[in-house]
């Protein structure tokens, strides 16, 4: 079964960090570029970071720059979301999504996501 599992999420205080972990099973990720979306209460998805296949090139919404930094790491087929300075106004659900490029808008396989809270 071709699936991307998200873990890592909970509930943090202001300020705190986290660390989200998005692992591949049934196929390789090393052939695609890896985003992070999020989608808080009440609100419509967005792209918080992507990274492409091998690493050489990363972005990040102007909201989350500065704070989060993705990475990866192909040996272990994961992707993973570094989150410090969490405000409140970043709790969502996180997903990861497999994508032919980060310049692209189609994905080819979501994860079913994980949930982060950020309040004191």
């Known amino acids: 079964q071709l699936q991307l599992v998200e873990s890592g999420g909970g509930l943090v205080q202001p300020g705190g960090s986290l660390r989200l972990s998005c692992e591949a099973s049934?196929?390789?990720?090393?052939?695609?570029?890896i985003g992070w979306f999020r989608q808080a209460p009440g609100k419509e998805r967005e792209g918080a970071s992507c990274i492409n296949h091998n690493g050489g090139s990363t972005n990040y919404a102007d909201s989350v720059k500065g704070r989060f930094t993705i990475s990866r790491d192909n040996a272990k087929n994961t992707v993973y979301l570094s989150m410090n300075s969490l405000k409140p106004e970043d709790t969502a659900v996180y997903y990861c999504?497999?994508?032919?490029?980060?310049?692209?808008?189609?994905?080819?396989?979501w994860g079913r996501g994980t949930l982060v809270t950020v309040s004191s």
């Open positions: 999504a497999a994508k032919y490029s980060c310049a692209t808008h189609g994905v080819i396989y």
């Open positions: 049934g196929f390789t990720l090393n052939y695609y570029a």
